[in-house]
């Protein structure tokens, strides 16, 4: 028995809603709420600005058609249909909403979607003037879509990787002309192709890259070489990898000293393989960074440590951002806690993975050395003292992860109440060594005293007058 429409996930608030409707589920419902809420003279999907659809047959893409309305601003389309006609008509009603839509999300696994989606697909960008992100699976991007993306004012754009269909370097030429932000989902071999001198582009400022290996040397090397002439204006480089890279090391970077980064976010699958020394190399060609992550993209151990965050803080002085995954065990640690280059007033976020630590003291007395300020946004795993012992649990979900820098730090201050804990052990022993050093101190303090007396005394011997003189 399909939910009564009191049950539809459509709350109205202020006009921003998020309606997580899968009207294949239940696509009687929807007609059922709209009906409702006419009869009562609610505006009810009227005020819905955010919506996600899943549509996968006639039927639910009947009731998709429903509700796309005038007023909405985000719009999330999930278009797994058997048929192309289905996503075809969903599509000329697009034009519903191009009076305020900004944000456009079709997404599709089903591979069989033909050209015929094109003509219905651009004219519905072609009616939408405010749109500032779009994101689309590559197999629906035909010639006459990629006319019409280059004729936008995208700010963002998103392209998944789905089915067989291969891009063209013509058409990612057309496609890097528009968005400032620009995401792509490729296989290695793609993005060989695609990145290459003859496809730059200018107003590109923000990349994000998804790369599948599979099929390919995993030769990272060629294409990082080309990047900086291909993007010559990223700021922000945002690099996933899957798969194994075995050739992939410290000088596979280096193209990137040459490009002018602030936010630089690498993940890797092997990233375990890379040593202290391996990571100096990277850090040193990105001193202006601001922002860095450094994780594994895959449930490794991280072979990031303390003295890869202390290399961070020497050659990225301006580094306000830090997401890592250190390896904390005891073989990792480095030899001196005391670190030359600290972190600096400028660090605003830090979000740290620890693997199980095996010294608390010592890990805990390298961060304190690392960051002696308070940092107002701090992430990590929980930080508990039991039985005068700091610990740090492994990591957990990332909703889990979340600690506030005041915990943190006031966790890392107690740890001078437990080494002085920890030297109080015996307080009788304490006691008597106290009073030990008061005796000492008296008898010292009376020594003094004596020693002026007698100085004063010989004083005044010296400045009597000798009888007969």
Not at 70 to 79: F, P, T, V
Not at 149 to 169: E, V
Request: with cysteine.
């Amino acid at each position: 028995m399909p939910p009564s429409s009191a049950q539809i996930a459509i709350l109205p608030s202020n006009g921003m809603v998020l309606g997580h409707i899968r009207p294949n589920y239940h696509p009687t419902m929807i007609k059922q709420a709209a009906s409702i809420a006419t009869a009562m003279g609610l505006p009810l999907l009227r005020r819905t600005t955010k919506l996600k659809l899943t549509v996968c047959d006639a039927e639910s893409s009947e009731a998709a058609i429903e509700l796309l309305h005038n007023d909405l601003q985000e719009l999330s389309l999930d278009l797994s249909s058997d048929g192309s006609n289905h996503i075809s008509l969903i599509l000329l009603r697009l034009r519903r909403c191009s009076p305020s839509l900004n944000r456009l999300e079709l997404t599709s696994s089903n591979v069989s979607v033909n050209n015929t989606v094109a003509q219905p697909l651009s004219n519905a960008l072609q009616s939408i003037q405010n749109l500032n992100l779009l994101q689309l699976p590559s197999m629906m991007v035909y010639p006459d879509v990629w006319s019409t993306i280059h004729s936008m004012t995208l700010k963002t754009l998103y392209l998944t990787r789905s089915g067989a269909i291969p891009l063209k370097r013509s058409e990612f030429k057309l496609m890097a002309q528009g968005p400032t932000y620009l995401a792509l989902t490729l296989s290695q071999r793609e993005a060989e192709t695609l990145l290459s001198p003859q496809s730059c582009s200018q107003s590109i400022t923000r990349f994000h890259i998804t790369i599948d290996p599979a099929g390919t040397s995993n030769d990272l090397a060629p294409l990082l070489v080309n990047l900086p002439v291909v993007l010559p204006n990223v700021k922000s480089l945002s690099m996933i990898l899957r798969g194994s890279h075995p050739t992939l090391s410290s000088s596979t970077f280096a193209p990137l000293g040459k490009m002018a980064l602030t936010t630089l976010n690498i993940q890797i699958p092997n990233l375990e393989s890379f040593t202290d020394q391996a990571f100096e190399p990277i850090f040193c060609s990105i001193p202006r960074v601001t922002d860095l992550k450094l994780l594994p993209s895959s449930p490794t151990v991280p072979r990031a440590t303390l003295r890869t965050l202390g290399l961070i803080a020497h050659h990225c002085p301006d580094i306000r951002s830090v997401a890592i995954r250190l390896d904390c065990s005891k073989s990792a640690l480095p030899d001196n806690t005391s670190f030359s280059h600290p972190f600096g007033a400028s660090l605003e976020k830090l979000d740290m993975e620890f693997s199980p630590v095996e010294d608390e003291m010592a890990v805990a007395m390298a961060l304190i050395h690392l960051f002696p300020r308070k940092i107002p946004d701090v992430q990590s795993s929980s930080v508990s003292f039991r039985h005068s012992r700091l610990q740090y649990h492994p990591p957990r979900p990332p909703t889990a992860l979340a600690s506030s820098w005041r915990g943190v730090h006031s966790a890392l201050q107690a740890l001078y109440r437990i080494i002085q804990t920890a030297r109080a052990q015996d307080l009788e022993r304490v006691a008597e060594l106290e009073t030990q050093l008061n005796t000492q101190d008296r008898l010292l303090f009376e020594a003094h005293s004596r020693v002026l007396e007698l100085d004063g005394g010989v004083e005044k011997m010296d400045s009597q007058p000798v009888d007969g003189k």
